[in-house]
């Protein structure tokens, strides 16, 4: 009795799998019922979850036109949410389908940092964060500080316009310092005594303060400038004229000849 049990369980078996297998229909057309057969995998980065590499892009999705492909210079977390705004803006709505489109917008060195990450380690934005942020936090280049801006300093041949120009193109490079620090940085840079003795006339506590009187103080030395210099023109003009028409005076010439002979 119990042979005859363990044979017909064993022919059940051998049914269930042949059940399994594909049986074409007349024709030679298979039916759908009884295919079994293992899908294959899905395209994409091993490191994303089945899930991820199976999130489907949305008809009306486009892809962010104006984002730089990431390549480790720059800050990743801000970097990762520029492109989850971008991807959101483009019509996609769900997490799974923007972590899957990050490949094609990552640089040839962060993609193949991405391609080598152990199987299935992000599921979702919180884990691609995490370890995006993790490997490229200490490779991105960070602002400067205090002493970084203190090293810009005013050119001998530079005037004092372009030298405010430049030291405040400078200090956006530096988010995080103090307006006491760019106030001293500045100071401590320009060549322009005028300047600092106008500076040190009274306390200045924001940036904004000094660059506006730094400023209008390089307006009114232009506009000085420009008076003297066009006074000096004219005078040397009346010279140069007075010199020419003396040139051209019969009288002076014989009077010049005369006093050459002697």
């Known amino acids: 009795m119990d042979v005859r049990a363990t044979l017909e369980a064993r022919r059940r078996e051998r049914d269930e799998a042949e059940s399994r297998r594909y049986r074409p229909r007349r024709g030679g057309r298979y ?7 293992t899908s294959p995998e899905a395209p ?17 999705f486009r892809q962010p036109a104006n984002l730089t492909k990431y390549s480790g210079d720059t800050n990743p977390e801000l970097w990762l949410a520029d492109y989850r705004l971008a991807c959101q ?10 972590i899957r489109n990050l490949p094609l917008h990552l640089a040839d060195t962060a993609r ?9 380690m992000i599921h979702d934005w919180a884990d691609l964060v995490k370890i995006f942020v993790g490997n490229f ?3 991105y280049v960070r602002p400067g500080n205090s002493w970084d801006l203190r090293s810009c300093r005013q050119k001998p041949d530079e005037s004092l316009r372009d030298f405010i120009r430049r030291f405040s193109k400078q200090c956006t490079e530096f988010p995080n310092i103090t307006d006491s620090d760019v106030i001293g940085a500045f100071i401590s840079g320009t060549t322009c005594k005028e300047l600092v003795h106008e500076l040190g006339r009274k306390t200045h506590t924001s940036t904004s303060q000094l660059l506006d009187i730094a400023t ?19 005078e040397k003009q009346k010279a140069e004229a007075a010199e020419a028409s003396g040139s051209c005076d019969p009288k002076k010439k014989k009077k010049g000849r005369k006093e050459k002979q002697g």
């Not at 803006?89 to 923007?98: F, M, R, T, Y």
């Not at 193949?112 to 299935?120: G, Y």
Request: hydrophobic share 40%.
């Open 31 to 37: 039916d759908p019922d009884h295919d079994r057969s």
């Open 112 to 120: 193949a940092w991405l391609e080598h990450l152990p199987d299935r």
């Open 44 to 60: 994409g980065p091993r490191v994303f979850s089945e899930a991820i590499r199976r999130a489907k892009f949305p008809a009306q």
């Open 89 to 98: 803006l483009g019509g996609a709505d769900d997490d799974l389908l923007i």
């Open 216 to 234: 209008n103080f390089a307006s009114g030395e232009e506009a000085v400038g420009a008076i003297f210099s066009d006074g000096a023109a004219k």
């Open 137 to 139: 936090q200490g490779t």
